[in-house]
């Protein structure tokens, strides 16, 4: 019998909370981005950003995020499909890590339009 709408929608959450735990636990890339994440994230209470501007930085964060997932997963199939060194496989790998360099860019330029101000204040 076919399951439910709802029930596959919570298997699909269930699965999308597995591979997020994966990401964390094993990708040092991951592991860096969440400390800074979590700097960010205490930074924002600390000098008392809007609401606009947390929108921006969730907004960054979750790009990271997910950028560097797809990242991790792109990888991880070309990896398995060609395991030695392939220039073409190369190739794909570098632009997924070109897409990371974008959205790391980004994140970073909000963080100083959002920080930068504030921080000189503080001098």
């Known amino acids: 019998m076919k399951e439910s709408f709802i029930k596959n929608r919570l298997h699909s959450i269930v699965y999308a909370a597995r591979g997020a735990y994966y990401l964390i636990k094993t990708e040092a890339s991951i592991q860096?981005?969440?400390?800074?994440a979590g700097l960010t994230i205490v930074a924002g209470f600390y000098f008392k950003i809007s609401t606009i501007e947390w929108?921006?930085?969730i907004m960054a964060i979750g790009s990271i995020f997910a950028i560097?997932?797809?990242?991790?997963?792109?990888?991880?199939?070309?990896?398995?499909i060609h395991p030695d060194h392939h220039e073409r496989i190369g190739f794909i790998k570098d632009i997924a890590a070109g897409a990371v360099l974008f959205s790391a860019t980004a994140a970073i330029i909000v963080g100083l339009i959002i920080y930068l101000p504030k921080i000189i204040l503080l001098f």
């Open 68 to 80: 560097e997932g797809a990242n991790t997963a792109i990888e991880k199939l070309c990896d398995f």
């Open 55 to 57: 929108i921006f930085q």
């Open 32 to 36: 860096a981005q969440f400390i800074i």
